[in-house]
């Protein structure tokens, strides 16, 4: 596999607001909201499958 990047050049350009702090914490917060909200939905889908089949 190949890449179209040939040189370090303008390289912020690939890297949208990583020279924006206060976006990249927003970001952060997000995924780990994220991340959060989905263990919780996984955990109680299994308590109520656990509970059913018992």
Known sequence: MGTSI???ED????????DNPA????F???CGAIVVALIASI???????????K
Do not use: P
Request: hydrophobic share 50%; proline share 0%; no cysteine.
């Open 11 to 18: 390289v912020s350009a690939y890297f949208t607001f990583a």
């Open 23 to 26: 976006a990249l914490t927003i």
């Open 28 to 30: 952060a917060f997000g």
């Open 6 to 8: 040939t040189s370090w």
């Open 43 to 53: 955990m109680k889908h299994e308590n109520k499958a656990f509970d059913a089949h």
